[in-house]
């Protein structure tokens, strides 16, 4: 491949009330602007349809995605780079990426998988409810996979700005829209995922 052809990279979130899926759209932008071609997917949902529809903001979310495709394993193997957004669940990604993470064995045992550029981020309630641990956990998933972690580290001041996290974007959600410093990580990031993909395609 040339350096001509551009990044194809797929988000793949999950969302119960809206955080991880604002954190997709401004990624899937930024990437958008630095030259890849991006498709943002949701893991499906697992919970029992009458205790999302008992929450109306859990419902209200599911409506206002139903126009974003469930993400399959060909989603992944189409792409070069990914990026996953998910909640924090007690230390850990939420279940419904954890249930998609289980329908790509098929992909894992031919090595479909292997050197694609990987980052995740994630969102908690509290800045010390488990976000670093969600995002080191999907690492090394993604380490068993063959694939090429690039986290954002320390590479841009954002990081600073946003908390300091450098293993990936990790918002401390309340229900608020993102706060700016944020969206520039988040931005920050997606960039840095996209060059260092180019790099490697190049």
Do not use: C
């Not at 550029?117 to 996979?145: C, R």
């Not at 300091?164 to 706060?179: C, H, M």
């Amino acid at each position: 491949m040339t350096n001509s052809s551009p990044v194809r990279l797929t988000i793949v979130y999950y969302s119960t009330y809206g955080t991880n899926h604002q954190m997709a759209e401004v990624a899937a932008e930024a990437a958008r602007e630095a030259g890849a071609e991006v498709r943002i997917v949701k893991a499906r949902e697992t919970a029992p349809q009458e205790v999302v529809n008992g929450q109306d903001a859990w419902k209200a979310q599911q409506e206002r995605t139903a126009h974003i495709p469930e993400a399959t394993p060909a989603d992944l193997e189409n792409a070069d780079a990914i990026l996953f957004s998910s909640p924090t669940r007690f230390g850990g990604a939420a279940s419904q990426i954890r249930a998609y993470i289980d329908t790509l064995g098929g992909l894992w045992a031919t090595g479909a998988l292997a050197n694609k550029t990987f980052s995740a981020m994630t969102s908690a309630q509290n800045p010390n409810g488990g976000q670093e641990t969600t995002l080191q956990t999907l690492y090394i998933t993604a380490m068993h996979w063959g694939a090429i972690l690039v986290p954002p580290g320390y590479t841009d001041p954002a990081i600073f700005a946003s908390g300091g996290n450098p293993y990936g974007a990790s918002v401390t959600a309340n229900g608020q829209p993102l706060s700016e410093a944020d969206r520039d990580t988040i931005r920050h990031q997606a960039r840095r995922l996209v060059e260092v993909t180019q790099k490697l395609k190049g």
